[in-house]
C-alpha cells in the first residue's frame, strides 16, 4: 500500500492560499450581527430586541437596565420620544408592530430601578461643568454621570425639582416623581440660583476642564459663534453645547455631546474615533414566515399595565438571521454563524506556532455548500473550509490523522482496487461508465448490473472505470494529491479513447466536470433516454428523496431522479429542505472521517426530514442512512431490481471493490486476477469486528500484522486475559491484535488497536 | 545528580511474556515519538529482545489524547 507522507512540526512557511481581502469579502456577507430593524432606526442605538425580550418573559427590571444604557431619564423619553423605530418593525408587513413605546413607558414605569446612585464608583479625575437647563443639560448630565465624570450643573432655577420641572411639563406627577427620584439618585453636583453670564462662564474655565451649555445659554452668549452639529460643539467658545429642541433631538445631542466631552476631557480630537452615530440602515434578513401574528395589545390612553407590556412585548419575533443555523447540523453544532467562524477560521491558518483550535471545526464541515443557498446573502462557508484545508496542507500545518484512511481508501479505489476497460470486443469507445468508487464499495452487484445493460443497449461500446474521482483528495484539501488524481484519470480516460463519462454519482459526475478533456452525464439521464429496463421495483409506501449535495443546483438531476422514480410506481414525498436546500448525510467533505459526531448529527437531521424510507442517488447517503437504521435505498437498486442490503462495514467495503473486479475481469474480459490467498486461517469474534469498524482497523491492517508475528514469532502473552498480541508498524500507525492460536495455521482475533505515536526502546 | 523524567511508568508484574524469547517483560525505558517531539517512559520491555508492549488502555488514552494535541500544535 502506498504511503503517505507525515507532516513534521517544524514547518517552513510555503505557499499562502488564502487571503484576508477574500475573507473579509465573505465575512461581509453574514448579517447575524447587523442589528435589528427597530435598533437600527434609534438614533440612541436603544437595543430595542434585548429590551423586548426581557420584557416579554416579564422581566421588566432587566428590560429597564437594557432601557437605561440609551436613556438615562426612561420616563422623560419614552413620553416624548418620536419611536421611528415602530415603523421598522417587521410586524408591520405582515400585521401589527409591536407598540414600542407604549412597552418602554410601562418599562419605565413599573421596571424597578437597580442603581439607584453611583456615589460608590471610582469617579474619573478630569471635572464637567453644564451651564444652563433644559432636557440637553437634563440628558448630558445623566450621561456624563454614566461615563463617571464629576460633573456640576449651574442653574438659574432655585430647586432641582424647578430645575426638572422647566423643561419637562408634560410629565404627569406620578412620572415626575419618580424622574426626580431617579435624578437625586445621580451622583450631579447642582448650584442652583446663577446667573449665567459670559463672565461667570469664562470664571469657571480654570476650575473645569470641559465646559457644556445649554442651547439658550450658547445663543445668548455667544448669538455669532459657529457650530458644529456632529460634533455638538462651539470650538470658538470650546462650549460643549447643542440647538436643537424636542426630547428625541436632546437625547440624541447628548449622547454626541457625551462622547465629545469623553474625547475633550482625554485631549483627543473629537473627529476621531465616533464610531456609527445615529439611526442606520439594517442589511439583517428576517424570515417572516414563521411568524406567529398575533393582535396588537390595545393601548386605552391610560398607557399599558405591566401585564399588557408583558404580553405586547411578547409578540417580538426577535429578528435574527438564523437561516443557516437551522439548516446546518455542522454550524449548530460549533454554535458560531459563518461570519465568526470563518474570521476564526483564517486565524487558525495564519498562526505559526501554538495551537490550531480550528483544525477541528475546519475539517468537520461537509463542504456540501447548503449554506450558499439558505443564505440570503450566498455565504459559502464550504468555500472558506476548503481553501483553509489547502492552505494547511501549502503551510504543511494539517494534520495527516483526520483524512489519512480516507486518503488510504483513495490510493486503493485507483490502486488495487482500479479497473479500467474497453467493453470487450472494442478497443476505444464511446461511452465508460464510471460507478464511483462507494457504489462500487457499498452495491457492487448493483454496479454489475448497470454496467452489463449499458453495455447491451448503448451503441459505439462502453468501457468500464471503477476508481476515485478525486473528490476524496479534493475534501481533505490535499491539492497536489488532486492534480495527481486528475492526470491519472486522464491517463486512463485518454487509452480508453476519451470517451463520454456516464456517472453513477453526483459528486464524480461534478468532479469530473472539472477536466477539460471529460464530458459527463449522469446515468439517470442516459437511463430516461433509453428507457428503464425490465426487472425494476418501486416501493409500495411513499419514499423521501433525499438529494445528493452534488446535485446541488442541478434542477435536471434532481428532476430526473423524481421521474425515475415515478416510473417505478414510487410515490415521492417531497421533505423540508429538499433539492438545493438539501442537508449533508454526513459524509461529504471527509467529515464522517474527521469528525464521527458532527458527521452523525448531520445523519440525524436528514432522517427527521421524513419517517418514510429514503430514496438517494449518491450510495454514500444510501449507506449512512442504513446505517441508522433507516431502510434506505439508492436509485439504481430499484432500477436493476437489486438489494444491497445491509451495510458493509469498511473492511467489507474494500473487499466488495477487489470483488467486483475480480469477478468482471474474469467474467467479461476472461483474465484470471492476481488474488492474494492467506495460507492460514483468521477468525474474528463478533467484538472484534465492532472494534475494527470504530477504530477503523481494516481486516488487511490484522493481516500485515499477522503475517509479521508469523514471520518473526513476535509477540506477548498475557497471562491475565490468556490472549497472545503481536503487532506491527504499517505506514503511520501501529496496529496491536489480541487474538488467540488455535492451531499452526488458525487464529481467532478477540481485539485490535492502534496508535500513531512509534514506540522504541531506549537506552541507558 | 539530574533526576531522569519519565512521563509515564507501567510495571507488568510479572504478567506479561515474550512470546518470541520466553522471558517475562519487565519495566523498561522506552520512548514515544510523534512529528518531531519524543517522550521518555517506562514502559513492559523484553530484556532479551527489546519488545515494547503498549497496552490497550495507554494506547487509546494518554497516547491517543496526546497525538490530537501534537496534530494541533
Not at chain 1, 503517505?4 to 477574500?22: A, C, D, F, L, P
Not at chain 1, 462622547?259 to 482625554?266: E, F, G, S
Not at chain 1, 477504530?695 to 514469532?713: A, H, K, P, Q
Request: aromatic residues 8%; negative net charge.
Amino acid at each position: 500500500m502506498s504511503q503517505i507522507e507525515e507532516r513534521g512540526s517544524t514547518h517552513v512557511y510555503k505557499v499562502n492560499r488564502i487571503s484576508k481581502e477574500e475573507i473579509d469579502s465573505m465575512v461581509e456577507r453574514c448579517v447575524y450581527e447587523e442589528p435589528p430593524f427597530c435598533n437600527a432606526a434609534c438614533p440612541l442605538k436603544l437595543d430595542t430586541r434585548a429590551m423586548l425580550k426581557a420584557a416579554g418573559s416579564g422581566d421588566l427590571k432587566k428590560a429597564l437596565q437594557v432601557y437605561e444604557k440609551a436613556a438615562p431619564f426612561p420616563l422623560i423619553l419614552s413620553t416624548g420620544c418620536e419611536a421611528p423605530c415602530e415603523a421598522k418593525c417587521r410586524l408591520c408587513e405582515v400585521g401589527d408592530g409591536i407598540d414600542i413605546r407604549n412597552i418602554e413607558k410601562a418599562i419605565a414605569r413599573y421596571g424597578q430601578q437597580t442603581r439607584l446612585g453611583s456615589i460608590f464608583r471610582t469617579k474619573k479625575k478630569k471635572t464637567v461643568a453644564i451651564f444652563g437647563s433644559g432636557l440637553f443639560p437634563l440628558f448630558l448630565a445623566g450621561e456624563l454621570e454614566k461615563k463617571a465624570y464629576p460633573i456640576t450643573v449651574f442653574c438659574e432655577q432655585e430647586t432641582l425639582e424647578a430645575f426638572l420641572h422647566c423643561e419637562t411639563p408634560f410629565l404627569d406627577t406620578d412620572a415626575f416623581s419618580l424622574e426626580l427620584k431617579r435624578l437625586k439618585g445621580k451622583d450631579i453636583q447642582f448650584v442652583f440660583g446663577c446667573t449665567i453670564t459670559s463672565s461667570f462662564l469664562e470664571e469657571k474655565r480654570t476650575a473645569f476642564d470641559v465646559l457644556c451649555a445649554s442651547g439658550s445659554v450658547f445663543q445668548q452668549l455667544y448669538p455669532e459663534a459657529a457650530f458644529l452639529p456632529e460634533l455638538m460643539i462651539c470650538e470658538a467658545a470650546q462650549l460643549v453645547t447643542c440647538r436643537e429642541e424636542g426630547v428625541m433631538a436632546a437625547a440624541f445631542g447628548a449622547k454626541k455631546a457625551a462622547l465629545t466631552v469623553d474625547r475633550l476631557a482625554q485631549n483627543l480630537d473629537p473627529r476621531n474615533m465616533r464610531g456609527s452615530e445615529g439611526a442606520c440602515e439594517s442589511r439583517l434578513y428576517t424570515d417572516l414566515s414563521e411568524a406567529i401574528l398575533l393582535k396588537r395589545i390595545p393601548e386605552n390612553g391610560q398607557g399599558y399595565s405591566a401585564e399588557e407590556a408583558v404580553a405586547e412585548a411578547k409578540r417580538c419575533i426577535q429578528c435574527h438571521c438564523e437561516e443557516c443555523m437551522k439548516s446546518c447540523a455542522y454550524l449548530r453544532h460549533y454554535k458560531k454563524y459563518p461570519g465568526l467562524l470563518s474570521k476564526e477560521i483564517y486565524n487558525n491558518t495564519q498562526i505559526i506556532m501554538g495551537d490550531h483550535q480550528l483544525n477541528k471545526p475546519m475539517n468537520a464541515c461537509s463542504l456540501c455548500g447548503q449554506c450558499t443557498v439558505v443564505c440570503p446573502n450566498g455565504f459559502d462557508m464550504a468555500h472558506v473550509c476548503h481553501i483553509a484545508r489547502q492552505n494547511m496542507v501549502s503551510t504543511d500545518k494539517m494534520p495527516l490523522a483526520p483524512h489519512e484512511f480516507a486518503l488510504l481508501d483513495l490510493y486503493f479505489s485507483n490502486g488495487d482496487a482500479f479497473l479500467a476497460r474497453p467493453q470487450p470486443g472494442f478497443d476505444t469507445c464511446r461511452y465508460v461508465f464510471f460507478p464511483g468508487c462507494q457504489a462500487s464499495a457499498i452495491a457492487p452487484e448493483t454496479v454489475k448490473a448497470a454496467y452489463l445493460d449499458l453495455c447491451s443497449r448503448l451503441e459505439g461500446g462502453v468501457a468500464l472505470m471503477l476508481g476515485c474521482c478525486g473528490a476524496i483528495c479534493d475534501w481533505a484539501g490535499r491539492y497536489e494529491m488532486t492534480g495527481r488524481t486528475e492526470e491519472f484519470i486522464d491517463r486512463e480516460m485518454s487509452k480508453l479513447g476519451n470517451p463520454i463519462v456516464i456517472a453513477g454519482c453526483p459528486t464524480c459526475a461534478k468532479e469530473l466536470k472539472s477536466h477539460e478533456e471529460i464530458s459527463v452525464r449522469g446515468i439517470w439521464d442516459v437511463l430516461l433516454e433509453l428507457g428503464l429496463p425490465e426487472g425494476g421495483y418501486g416501493l409500495d409506501r411513499p419514499v423521501a428523496v433525499h438529494d445528493s449535495c452534488g446535485a446541488r443546483g442541478d434542477a435536471e438531476t434532481q428532476k430526473a431522479i423524481r421521474t425515475i422514480a415515478e416510473e417505478l410506481g414510487c410515490t415521492v414525498i417531497e421533505t423540508p429542505y429538499s433539492g438545493d436546500r438539501s442537508p449533508c448525510c454526513g459524509y461529504g467533505g471527509l467529515t464522517a472521517y474527521a469528525n464521527r459526531e458532527v458527521a452523525a448529527e448531520m445523519t440525524e437531521q436528514c432522517l427527521k426530514r421524513s419517517e418514510a424510507p429514503y430514496l438517494s442517488y449518491c450510495m454514500a447517503c444510501r449507506d449512512r442512512f442504513a446505517r441508522q437504521g433507516r431502510e434506505s435505498r439508492h436509485i439504481l437498486e430499484l432500477v436493476y431490481g437489486t438489494d444491497a442490503g445491509s451495510p458493509p462495514d469498511i473492511s467489507e467495503k474494500r473487499r466488495n471493490r477487489l470483488t467486483l473486479k475480480n469477478d468482471l475481469l474474469r467474467e467479461l474480459w476472461l483474465e484470471e486476477p492476481m488474488e492474494m490467498k492467506l495460507d492460514y486461517q483468521l477468525n474474528y469474534t463478533e467484538e472484534a469486528r465492532r472494534l475494527m469498524d470504530e477504530r477503523m482497523i481494516l481486516t488487511d491492517d490484522v493481516i500485515d500484522v499477522m503475517n509479521f508475528y508469523r514471520e518473526t514469532g513476535e509477540a506477548v502473552y498475557d497471562s491475565e486475559s490468556g490472549l497472545l498480541i503481536a503487532r506491527n508498524r504499517v505506514g503511520n500507525a501501529t496496529f496491536w491484535i489480541k487474538f488467540i492460536r488455535e492451531s499452526e495455521n488458525s487464529y481467532t482475533v478477540h481485539g485490535a488497536y492502534s496508535h500513531r505515536m512509534n514506540v522504541v526502546k531506549r537506552q541507558g | 545528580m539530574a533526576i531522569e523524567k519519565n512521563y509515564y511508568t507501567i510495571d507488568p508484574e510479572g504478567k506479561l511474556q515474550c512470546m518470541k524469547c520466553g522471558v517475562l517483560l519487565e519495566k523498561g525505558k522506552a520512548k514515544f515519538m510523534y512529528l518531531d517531539n519524543g517522550f521518555p517512559v517506562e514502559l513492559p520491555v523484553c530484556p532479551v529482545c527489546g519488545f515494547v508492549y503498549v497496552p490497550e488502555e495507554l494506547a487509546l488514552g494518554k497516547v491517543a489524547s496526546v497525538e490530537r494535541a501534537l496534530e494541533d500544535k
